[in-house]
């Protein structure tokens, strides 16, 4: 119905304004010029008014408002300011041509609103910019300068260019030769039609005697007067260009051209002075063409010129106009392209070091700073091949979290086992800590969301689409390092309603309306109730309580959401009631970045459960691609051979086949994760915290919405404990550090110690190493931390190098550690360690073993743990059978040095690292008769009450196992330990 009726009005507007048109009929073109306006803004009047009551809703109002005054007064400024130059700059247009020249002006203004539109946020960043310690080393600029300021003058630039061009379009077409006053108009062969000009004989009318022949010289006058137009808009032209020229040196902060990224000696040396030149040129003619007494002197120079060499003033003028245009090209040709590419290869480069190393030392202290890792502490691992009894005692804490379980194989167990029912989907696992009880536990968790896609086809209906199916529920969470006699997560919440099995963990408000999944409106607290949870062969209904969305209590807010999402459906249904919500940008990423669109935000939000209620926690980052001398981020390429990123990119990594970095950040050569949004699972709310107060972007940012921040001070400690420092901010500073931690300029020109993710053979293939969180003990610490690391190896080698860590815990929050190896002691690599599996007879003719039968081994990632000064390896190994859809955990690997242990738990292969008695995989000793009775009673218990739930699969192992058990009584031999 509403793009019906917004055709139809246009329609109708459409035929009033031809019809008035070509009737003669002011007042009907009027009329159908009002109503095309009246809808545009009608409907347009309807989208904003939408926006608004959102923006109302989570307590944004005044943000809203600012951006929408802010694009009508940038816009108007620039509408106003092109078209009045213009104007100006047209004055000289002949009278007679004030059609085109109102047409000039209107496009002119159009075209300034058009760029107000676009720079609004630039003009923002500009007036409330703030200023920097730091300046660059060539001009002495505050990085402030490069952050807030050159934008807007390179904005400013642009909307010169398009005013003076134009003027100069507008007069250039008012100047055009035609017919004046019945003359005939001939033009000579050889010249330009916009200058030349030559009246002759009219044909005789037989009154009067025919006019005279005047000699062209005897003309100059009268074309000075003609194209005197073309004088100002070619000055202000010019001058425009030199302003550009003069912007141009900061712009050399991110130049390519020399050994790094930034001003290089070639840049300084030779391009510097070429764009001062070039501007003193531009500046030159500029004043001779807007200058009055200036163009009446060259005007007469040219008539005096033309009259005693008999020349045509059109061919004298446009060889004199072009000498000074053919001066400037020809400077910037010579001076901008061929000078420095010869003088970078005649002499920069066979001196490269000596004559870039203090552009070298900028950038590396630039980029540095860029990338936040000037307050990086870089240590060397004292690293002592022993773990002993006594180490292992001591990290006892950290050592019960060592992550076991995958979040790939998690994520298929609890999709098969506790997504329930087909509309809810399980899709991710995020890592967190918590204290359970008195320990403080590494944990999992995934949410369960409601995928409503998911429904049978002829149920996906309307109504159970946006009435009925409103939300998911609930999470599930395990410890990373505990798992089922089984090999099953061993969860400490489960199932719906929640099950928590600790009271800290209860969740009292497990609707999720708000998530990762939730990516179309709903109309919460309807006449229709809302599906909460299954229980058993009924379920169970209810009613929205929260003060999300926007209450439709008018036929006024009916009929804008009907026409900003729903529809003519949502218009005429029953449902919604005065009491009802529609709630809408739902998906928490789209969520934060309508509230706040000049943020990053990161690809991975997280559930926690705080006070009994599930939030969101989303990293935002603040970016810029402005910060001088400082080298722009370039992921890794996702396939081999791919186009890489800009040279010199800020990456040390070549290609792989499975990259999974994020490629947000790309480009960016400023990067803050300066803001953690929190936004609730039930009602929507969004709250936004500081975490980076000396930043000057969210600085900027604050002062121009002033209510859109909090202080990291006011995040409720509850949710505080759960912040975590992001996955793909350590990635970006990884790759970056693995770089620029050569802090010494000759060393860094030679990548004499480049270093590269560690690499890992997963699934079959050999992939980087993602960062991944671990609890750690420092040395000289009491208790384990929570901590995000990424381990490094040296480019074209496999031994470990170092690692990269950042704390995440309390004051620690933020704080970056390096370590390096020594380099006189071979520390293994991940991927050595799947090498030394691999060379393992016993453990590699296990692994074939199971790959067999209609099983298939899955070998997770590779854990490189610190444990005081040494270093301890982790890989789990699961087996999947071909009739289950999930892996179990069968076997953990642990080398330490060239020793090997594995056993089917961590515990066991731990004890068999130390005292060097490995316990082999799958064999815990064996069961006596009577303890192979008790296992097969157990397993018949066990297979009753799977069948009985309809969990086949499962029942089918307890079958299995319940099979061995008796041919082990029959055989009268033991049975090996499960």
């Given at each position: 119905?509403?793009?019906?009726?917004?055709?139809?009005?246009?329609?109708?507007?459409?035929?009033?304004?031809?019809?008035?048109?070509?009737?003669?009929?002011?007042?009907?073109?009027?009329a159908?010029?009002?109503?095309?306006?009246?809808?545009?803004?009608?409907?347009?009047?309807?989208?904003?008014?939408?926006?608004?009551?959102?923006?109302?809703?989570?307590?944004?109002?005044?943000?809203?408002?600012?951006?929408?005054?802010?694009?009508?007064?940038?816009?108007?400024?620039?509408?106003?300011?092109?078209?009045?130059?213009?104007?100006?700059?047209?004055?000289?247009?002949?009278?007679?041509?004030?059609?085109i020249?109102?047409?000039?002006?209107?496009?002119?203004?159009?075209?300034?609103?058009?760029?107000?539109?676009?720079?609004?946020?630039?003009?923002?960043?500009?007036?409330?910019?703030?200023?920097?310690?730091?300046?660059?080393?060539i001009?002495?600029?505050d990085?402030?300068?490069?952050?807030?300021?050159?934008?807007?003058?390179?904005?400013?630039?642009?909307?010169?260019?398009?005013?003076?061009?134009?003027?100069?379009?507008?007069?250039?077409?008012?100047?055009?030769?035609?017919?004046?006053?019945?003359?005939?108009?001939?033009?000579?062969?050889?010249?330009?039609?916009?200058?030349?000009?030559?009246?002759?004989?009219?044909?005789?009318?037989?009154?009067?005697?025919p006019p005279?022949?005047?000699?062209?010289?005897?003309?100059?006058?009268t074309?000075?007067?003609?194209?005197?137009?073309?004088?100002?808009?070619?000055?202000?032209?010019?001058?425009?260009?030199?302003?550009?020229?003069?912007?141009?040196?900061?712009?050399?902060m991110?130049?390519?051209?020399?050994?790094?990224?930034?001003?290089?000696?070639?840049?300084?040396?030779?391009?510097?002075?070429?764009?001062?030149?070039?501007?003193?040129?531009?500046?030159?003619?500029?004043?001779?063409?807007l200058?009055?007494?200036?163009?009446?002197?060259?005007?007469?120079?040219?008539?005096?010129?033309a009259?005693?060499?008999?020349?045509?003033?059109?061919?004298?003028?446009?060889?004199?106009?072009?000498?000074?245009?053919?001066?400037?090209?020809?400077?910037?040709?010579?001076?901008?392209?061929?000078?420095?590419?010869?003088?970078?290869?005649?002499?920069?480069?066979?001196?490269?070091?000596?004559?870039?190393?203090?552009?070298?030392?900028?950038?590396?202290?630039?980029?540095?700073?860029?990338?936040?890792?000037?307050?990086?502490?870089?240590?060397?691992?004292?690293?002592?091949?022993?773990?002993?009894?006594?180490?292992?005692?001591?990290?006892?804490?950290?050592?019960?979290?060592?992550?076991?379980w995958?979040?790939?194989?998690?994520?298929?167990?609890?999709?098969?086992?506790?997504?329930?029912?087909?509309?809810?989907?399980?899709?991710?696992?995020?890592?967190?800590?918590?204290?359970?009880?008195?320990?403080?536990?590494?944990?999992?968790?995934?949410?369960?969301?409601?995928?409503?896609?998911?429904?049978?086809?002829?149920?996906?209906?309307?109504?159970?689409?946006?009435?009925?199916?409103?939300?998911?529920?609930?999470?599930?969470?395990?410890?990373?390092?505990?798992?089922?006699?089984?090999?099953?997560?061993?969860?400490?919440?489960?199932?719906?309603?929640?099950?928590?099995?600790?009271?800290?963990?209860?969740?009292?408000?497990?609707?999720?309306?708000?998530?990762?999944?939730?990516?179309?409106?709903?109309?919460?607290?309807?006449?229709?109730?809302?599906?909460?949870?299954?229980?058993?062969?009924?379920?169970?209904?209810?009613?929205?309580?929260?003060?999300?969305?926007?209450?439709?209590?008018s036929?006024?807010?009916?009929?804008?959401?009907?026409?900003?999402?729903?529809?003519?459906?949502?218009?005429?249904?029953?449902?919604p009631?005065?009491?009802?919500?529609?709630?809408?940008?739902?998906?928490?990423?789209?969520?934060?970045?309508?509230?706040?669109?000049?943020?990053?935000?990161?690809?991975?939000?997280?559930?926690?459960?705080?006070?009994?209620?599930?939030?969101?926690?989303?990293?935002?980052?603040?970016?810029?691609?402005?910060?001088?001398?400082?080298?722009?981020?370039?992921?890794?390429?996702?396939?081999?051979?791919?186009?890489?990123?800009?040279?010199?990119?800020?990456?040390?990594?070549?290609?792989?086949?499975?990259?999974?970095?994020?490629?947000?950040?790309?480009?960016?050569?400023?990067?803050?994760?300066?803001?953690?949004?929190?936004?609730?699972?039930?009602?929507?709310?969004?709250?936004?915290?500081?975490?980076?107060?000396?930043?000057?972007?969210?600085?900027?940012?604050?002062?121009?919405?002033?209510?859109?921040?909090?202080?990291?001070?006011?995040?409720?400690?509850?949710?505080?404990?759960?912040?975590?420092?992001?996955?793909?901010?350590?990635?970006?500073?990884?790759?970056?550090?693995a770089?620029?931690?050569?802090?010494?300029?000759?060393?860094?020109?030679?990548?004499?110690d480049?270093?590269?993710?560690?690499?890992?053979?997963?699934?079959?293939?050999?992939?980087p190493?993602?960062?991944?969180?671990?609890?750690?003990?420092?040395?000289?610490?009491?208790?384990?931390?929570?901590?995000?690391?990424q381990?490094?190896?040296?480019?074209?080698?496999?031994?470990?190098?170092?690692?990269?860590?950042a704390?995440?815990?309390?004051?620690?929050?933020?704080?970056?550690?390096?370590?390096?190896f020594?380099k006189?002691?071979?520390?293994?690599?991940?991927?050595?360690?799947?090498?030394?599996?691999?060379?393992?007879?016993?453990?590699?003719?296990?692994?074939?073993?199971?790959?067999?039968?209609?099983?298939r081994?899955?070998?997770?990632?590779?854990?490189?743990?610190?444990?005081?000064?040494?270093?301890?390896?982790?890989?789990?190994?699961?087996?999947?059978?071909?009739?289950?859809?999930?892996p179990?955990?069968?076997?953990?690997?642990?080398?330490?040095?060239?020793?090997?242990?594995?056993?089917?738990?961590?515990?066991?292969?731990?004890?068999?690292?130390?005292?060097?008695?490995?316990?082999?995989?799958?064999?815990?000793?064996?069961?006596?008769?009577?303890?192979?009775?008790t296992?097969?009673?157990?397993a018949?218990?066990?297979?009753?009450?799977?069948?009985?739930?309809?969990?086949?699969?499962?029942?089918?192992?307890?079958?299995?196992?319940?099979r061995?058990?008796l041919?082990?009584?029959?055989?009268?031999?033991?049975?090996?330990?499960?």
């Open positions: 119905m509403y793009v019906v009726l917004l055709l139809g009005l246009l329609a109708v507007s459409a035929v009033l304004v031809v019809r008035g048109h070509m009737r003669g009929r002011p007042r009907m073109l009027a159908g010029a009002a109503v095309m306006l009246g809808t545009i803004g009608f409907f347009g009047l309807m989208s904003l008014w939408g926006e608004m009551l959102w923006f109302e809703e989570v307590g944004f109002v005044r943000r809203f408002w600012t951006s929408v005054v802010a694009r009508v007064v940038v816009a108007g400024a620039g509408a106003a300011f092109a078209s009045g130059l213009t104007w100006a700059l047209t004055l000289s247009v002949n009278p007679d041509e004030r059609v020249r109102r047409l000039g002006v209107t496009l002119a203004a159009v075209v300034g609103a058009l760029w107000g539109l676009a720079s609004w946020t630039v003009a923002l960043r500009w007036g409330f910019g703030v200023r920097t310690p730091v300046a660059d080393p001009f002495g600029k990085t402030g300068f490069y952050l807030f300021r050159l934008p807007f003058y390179d904005a400013l630039f642009w909307l010169f260019l398009f005013a003076s061009t134009a003027a100069l379009v507008t007069a250039v077409l008012a100047a055009w030769p035609r017919r004046v006053e019945g003359a005939a108009m001939r033009r000579e062969p050889s010249a330009t039609p916009l200058l030349d000009v030559q009246v002759v004989e009219a044909e005789p009318s037989g009154e009067g005697p005279e022949v005047r000699p062209e010289h005897e003309l100059a006058s074309l000075v007067r003609r194209h005197r137009a073309l004088f100002a808009p070619l000055g202000a032209l010019a001058l425009t260009l030199a302003y550009g020229r003069l912007l141009a040196p900061y712009h050399l991110y130049s390519r051209r020399g050994a790094v990224e930034g001003a290089g000696w070639t840049d300084v040396h030779v391009l510097l002075p070429v764009y001062y030149v070039l501007a003193a040129l531009l500046v030159a003619m500029g004043i001779v063409l200058v009055p007494a200036a163009t009446r002197a060259f005007s007469r120079a040219l008539a005096k010129r009259e005693r060499a008999n020349d045509s003033i059109a061919a004298l003028a446009t060889a004199t106009v072009a000498a000074p245009a053919a001066i400037v090209v020809a400077v910037a040709l010579l001076g901008l392209g061929v000078v420095p590419a010869l003088v970078q290869w005649l002499v920069v480069e066979p001196n490269e070091l000596s004559l870039e190393e203090r552009y070298l030392r900028s950038n590396i202290a630039f980029t540095r700073d860029g990338f936040n890792l000037e307050h990086a502490e870089v240590e060397e691992f004292p690293l002592e091949a022993k773990l002993t009894p006594d180490v292992i005692r001591d990290r006892q804490s950290m050592l019960e979290n060592v992550r076991l995958d979040p790939r194989a998690f994520n298929e167990v609890v999709r098969q086992f506790q997504e329930l029912r087909l509309y809810y989907d399980i899709t991710g696992t995020d890592f967190d800590r918590y204290t359970v009880g008195d320990e403080y536990r590494q944990v999992m968790l995934s949410p369960r969301e409601m995928e409503a896609s998911n429904l049978p086809v002829e149920s996906q209906t309307f109504v159970n689409r946006h009435f009925k199916y409103t939300h998911g529920f609930g999470l599930v969470m395990a410890p990373v390092s505990e798992f089922t006699p089984t090999g099953l997560p061993e969860l400490i919440v489960r199932d719906i309603p929640p099950v928590a099995d600790h009271p800290s963990l209860r969740i009292e408000r497990p609707e999720i309306y708000f998530g990762e999944r939730t990516n179309h409106y709903v109309v919460a607290n309807s006449r229709a109730p809302e599906f909460n949870y299954p229980m058993g062969g009924t379920n169970v209904y209810t009613h929205y309580a929260g003060r999300g969305g926007v209450p439709l209590e036929f006024w807010r009916k009929l804008v959401y009907g026409w900003k999402l729903g529809g003519t459906r949502l218009l005429f249904s029953d449902y009631t005065p009491e009802s919500r529609i709630l809408f940008h739902r998906n928490i990423a789209d969520r934060v970045a309508k509230a706040a669109p000049f943020l990053t935000l990161d690809h991975d939000p997280y559930p926690v459960i705080v006070e009994g209620r599930i939030k969101w926690i989303v990293d935002a980052y603040t970016t810029s691609d402005r910060y001088p001398y400082s080298e722009a981020y370039a992921p890794p390429s996702p396939k081999p051979g791919a186009r890489r990123g800009p040279k010199d990119a800020a990456t040390a990594e070549p290609s792989t086949s499975e990259v999974t970095l994020p490629t947000r950040l790309a480009g960016a050569n400023y990067v803050r994760n300066s803001v953690k949004a929190v936004v609730d699972a039930y009602d929507g709310s969004i709250s936004l915290y500081v975490f980076e107060p000396n930043d000057p972007v969210v600085q900027v940012w604050s002062r121009i919405y002033p209510d859109l921040f909090r202080p990291s001070d006011a995040m409720p400690e509850a949710l505080r404990v759960h912040v975590r420092y992001p996955e793909a901010m350590l990635e970006t500073q990884g790759l970056v550090f770089k620029y931690h050569m802090t010494d300029p000759r060393v860094f020109y030679n990548r004499e480049l270093w590269v993710r560690a690499t890992e053979k997963y699934s079959e293939h050999v992939r190493v993602d960062p991944y969180y671990v609890m750690w003990q420092a040395p000289g610490s009491r208790s384990a931390e929570f901590i995000l690391m381990p490094f190896t040296p480019k074209g080698r496999q031994v470990l190098i170092g690692w990269i860590a704390l995440c815990d309390g004051a620690n929050y933020g704080r970056l550690i390096a370590y390096r020594p006189d002691q071979w520390v293994l690599g991940p991927q050595q360690v799947d090498t030394k599996i691999d060379q393992s007879p016993s453990l590699s003719a296990q692994l074939t073993l199971w790959d067999q039968h209609g099983k081994v899955i070998r997770g990632n590779v854990l490189a743990i610190p444990i005081d000064t040494t270093i301890l390896y982790v890989e789990p190994i699961y087996i999947q059978a071909e009739a289950a859809a999930y179990e955990l069968r076997t953990v690997v642990l080398m330490h040095g060239d020793e090997m242990s594995y056993a089917p738990t961590f515990a066991e292969a731990l004890e068999g690292l130390v005292t060097g008695r490995p316990v082999a995989a799958g064999d815990r000793g064996a069961m006596t008769p009577s303890e192979a009775a296992e097969a009673n157990r018949f218990d066990d297979y009753v009450r799977l069948m009985s739930t309809g969990d086949f699969a499962e029942a089918g192992k307890q079958l299995e196992v319940l061995d058990a041919r082990s009584l029959q055989n009268g031999r033991p049975l090996p330990s499960r």
